[in-house]
């Protein structure tokens, strides 16, 4: 008969170690997203649905027959291209800009 003494931080990585494998193997299926109504649409841009509908020309959307449904990831990309740059942001990119045109103008 083998005694073996464990630290409570042995047994603690013997553990975690046993899960995360068991955890492993368990066969992972994708996520399917439920699409958004124009109405959950508005909710999560904080709009009305009126204004939603108004803007529908530059949000992404799909429409089945006459419901119109969004993706998530597509209003999060939606809210991101809409970002408005603070005053550093365009002060840097003005710098950023004005060094490569004198750059290119000291090349010739």
């Known amino acids: 008969m083998i005694v073996l003494q464990l630290t409570e931080e042995n047994l603690e990585c013997i553990i975690t170690k046993a899960v995360d494998k068991a955890i492993s193997k ?6 399917i997203e439920k699409p958004l109504s ?3 649409a508005a909710e999560f841009l904080r709009l009305r649905p009126q204004t939603v509908y ?7 959307h799909s429409k089945v027959g006459k419901i119109l449904l969004f993706k998530h990831e597509d209003l999060l990309r939606y809210i991101e291209d809409n970002r408005r740059k603070t005053s550093t942001e ?5 710098e ?3 060094g490569k045109c004198k750059a290119k ?3 010739r």
Do not use: D, F, H, T
Request: neutral net charge; aromatic residues 12%; hydrophobic residues 35%.
């Open 26 to 31: 368990i066969p992972r299926q994708p996520v």
């Open 38 to 40: 124009l109405e959950e």
């Open 54 to 60: 108004q803007k529908i020309s530059s949000i992404p």
């Open 90 to 94: 365009i002060i840097n990119y003005s």
């Open 96 to 98: 950023e800009y004005l």
């Open 105 to 107: 103008k000291y090349a």
